[in-house]
């Protein structure tokens, strides 16, 4: 059955993470929402409605007229619950909560009119009530269900570890709930406590000497935990990462660094970030209240409902050493943030932040931030990437 993921009015809520990357390819737990959805209904590839500037770099498949598609909401997380549902659900319906489209089994040729449209037209579909299912509804979403999907994609995975990989100077705990795949390294000294959840070590990622990390935690495929980090639950740190110091209850989307000293909380960062020596992130007020953030589309604070809060970051933000970030602080992409103080607590993106005064970051500098900072890990800043990143600026400044 193929696959097509379409988006809804409610992923806006997901800004600034998805203004550069579709709200399927949000990683939570081990493996973004895309390759979950593949795994569990055994498709190999995929198609999807997105943003207009986002489909160059983010290419798919067009459907097969001839295959029939499932449709699903980029927001919805596969439960046991909706898979049955989905795999029961005739031609021509569609699954529905409230005014919510959750799935539609769609023939190939229709698929195909609504990619070429740009719009999938459910109005046509029947429509069969459900209850609500596990989705993303904002942002914090994502690291509050980060330790439940990480225990769900080690199962998913179905990967039964290896015992050739790691020193027998390193330390487990509850060794049976400790995935390590193939080329990872376990440096001596490491100690991994999969007491309370399920630690997964993706392909090629290193654990080095002195680690400490208590699941459920996902180290993914070629990430570097440094020497002496402290990781704490319901952590991912997504592919190609550098990670040091202490990070709890967060999520790493790829290619990001921090690595060295201080605390990372209950934050989203995105990806190709790189955060300075003793960057902190407060994730709890003083007071102990719960958290405001700012609405990224209204400018409005929203009450979140959280007491822990740190940071959402977008793609290639950083921060200078000594960066101290406010509970409940929203920043877009691109900024570069270096304050001796704590920032706005709303960055815009495309922002050069110094002591509380915000100046536009030059376009043709973000570009050879870019390219310097990609370079290093051999992945090309392509012209289709550059206009991405030029629509976003365009966009932030019309």
């Known amino acids: 059955m193929q696959l097509c993921f379409f988006e809804d009015k409610k ?6 993470l998805t203004l550069s990357r579709p709200v399927d390819d949000l990683r939570t737990g081990i493996l973004t929402t895309a390759k979950k959805w593949c795994l569990e209904l055994k498709s190999t ?3 999807r409605i997105t943003n207009p500037h986002l489909t160059n770099v983010f290419a798919s498949a067009a459907p097969n007229k001839s295959e029939n598609c499932i449709w699903l909401n980029s927001r919805y997380l596969p439960d046991n619950t909706l898979l049955e549902k989905i795999h029961n659900l005739d031609e021509g319906t569609c699954i529905q909560n409230g005014s919510t489209v959750i799935a539609a089994h769609v023939n190939g040729a229709l698929s195909l009119e609504w990619i070429n449209a740009g719009q999938p037209r459910f109005n046509s579909l029947m429509v069969l009530e459900a209850p609500a299912f596990k989705c993303i509804e904002n942002l914090w979403d994502l690291f509050l269900m980060n330790g439940d999907e990480i225990r769900a994609d080690v199962k998913r995975l179905n990967y039964p570890g290896s015992d050739n990989n790691f020193t027998s100077e390193a330390i487990f705990k509850n060794r049976d709930q400790i995935f390590i795949d193939d080329g990872a390294v376990i440096e001596p000294g ?8 399920p630690i997964y070590v993706g392909k090629g990622a290193t654990v080095m000497a002195g680690a400490l990390i208590k699941g459920p935690a996902a180290i993914c495929e070629n990430a570097t935990i440094k020497m002496g980090a402290k990781i704490y639950p319901d952590t991912t740190i997504g592919p190609v990462c550098k990670v040091g110091g202490e990070v709890h209850n967060s ?5 990001s660094n921090k690595g060295h000293d201080g605390f990372v909380g209950n934050s989203l960062i995105g990806q190709w970030c790189n955060l300075g020596a003793d960057t902190n992130t407060s994730n709890l007020k003083n007071n102990y209240s719960t958290i405001r953030i700012t609405d990224w589309q209204s400018g409005e604070q929203i009450e979140t409902g959280q007491q822990f809060f740190g940071t959402v970051m977008g793609d290639h933000t950083k ?10 602080t929203v920043c877009g992409v ?13 960055i815009p993106s495309f922002s050069w932040v110094g002591s509380n005064v915000i100046q536009p970051y030059k376009l043709d500098k973000a570009y050879e931030a870019m390219d310097a900072m990609m370079a290093r890990r051999k992945v090309e800043l392509t012209e289709d990437y550059k206009a991405l990143i030029g629509h976003l600026f365009k966009a932030e400044h019309k």
């Open 319 to 328: 921060t200078a050493i000594n960066t101290q970030l406010n509970t409940g």
């Open 190 to 197: 490491a100690i991994l406590m999969a007491d309370k959840g």
């Open 334 to 346: 691109s900024c570069n943030i270096f304050a001796g103080d704590f920032p706005p607590k709303f």
């Open 11 to 16: 992923c806006a809520n997901l800004y600034p």
């Open 251 to 255: 999520i790493f989307h790829s290619y």
């Open 45 to 47: 590839s995929y198609s």
